[in-house]
């Protein structure tokens, strides 16, 4: 999969001025033959979801999505089935990473595709995906939840002042230890020092190079107190908390705290590494609670927030994920239909308690039966609630790739970090441009 190929078409400025010149020409021919009205572009044409028509679905919803371990868009779509009598839900996986999945989507809104209905999207798409009309307005939708919705989770739907999907489950990094081995970490420093006190102490984190390692970066980056833009969108990622953190990481891969092999992780592979037994701390997400409770480890692991950066203060990358209604669906009733289930308070409860997965709606985590199955729910909230979000922009993946690719370099020992950082800074001034 090519993830290194260029912005999109109309991700750079030549190919925006063609695009205005084309609407400002459809406008034209617009305003001659009805009089009056102008064809506005982008987002601001897509049409939108009409909240009530749920009620009236019929046929099936295809569900397109990253290859899941938790089971949460099987499962789903297997109880809306279920529920619902007169619609039927089926999850299709495109893509073994967010990265993957996101190339698999965009090929088929290129396309026009009609295979798929609803899209599971990653938090960071909602930019890129909405500015280029891929996908249908649910402002409505989410106006009628958001009282109930953890406020950050419905921020990461929005693109010019209108929501663009439901949120689905929220996400917030947390770490796995083994309590008869290591200590609760308290901050990074003395996270990596304990893990490599012993062979069995060891942390494994996502270092492949995707998407995952810019959060895992992007994480200690937060907590050291750097950033990537300020709120003006001026690039800050040239500096000495950068320089700090790239050390940090790429020392505890030299003095064993990291497991080398951590440089061709994602999360799955992350997570049955630790199952082994073999090593002390692990960086994952909450779905893995549960499956590391049905492992032998069941016992003697423990979960804990992300820890502070030493003198500076603990913090997160907001992740999660959304349910986006596909502009080219030929079931868009069938897919409003999904939605509501999907964020009923009852179904929230269950991506909880069934999934271990983040609800986004905040009522969730005081429940009873959550709280049973999932005992960290208060601390996984206070984590979600802290939680920082990625840069927000419509080229977010060629940020993104910046960050990953140059981190990845650092710690695989093919460049230093001096020239890494100022290559980090220049290629997201390039991106940023790009729009
Ligand atoms: C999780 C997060 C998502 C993030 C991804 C990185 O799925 O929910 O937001 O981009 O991990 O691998």
Redesign the pocket.
Known sequence: MDLNRPALPLHNKAANKTALAATALAAALLLSACGGGVAPQGAEQAAAADPSSGANASGNVNICG?KDASGIYKGTAEAFTKANGKVTAKYTEIGA???EARTQIVQRLEGKSTECDLFVT???WTSEFASQGWLLDQTKLVEANKDRLIPSTVETTKYQDKYWGSPF???AGLIYYQKDKVAKPETWQQLYTEAAKAPGNGFVY?GKQ???L??NFLEMLYSAGGEVLDDQGNVKIDSDETREVLNFMTEGLKNGSADRAVLTY??DPARLAYESGNFGYQRN?PHVYRLLNATPLASSFAVAPLPAWEGGKASG?????NLAISAHSTNQAGAVAFIDFATTPDWQKHVAMDFSQAPVNEAAYSDPGVLQKMPFATELLASVKAAKP?PISPVYPQISQAIYKNVYAVLSGTASTEDAVKKMAEEITTAKASF
């Open positions: 990253v990473t967010t990265d990653d938090v960071i489950f929220t996400n996502q995707y998407e995952g810019t959060v994602n999360e997400w990358v907001l992740g999660g994920w990625r």
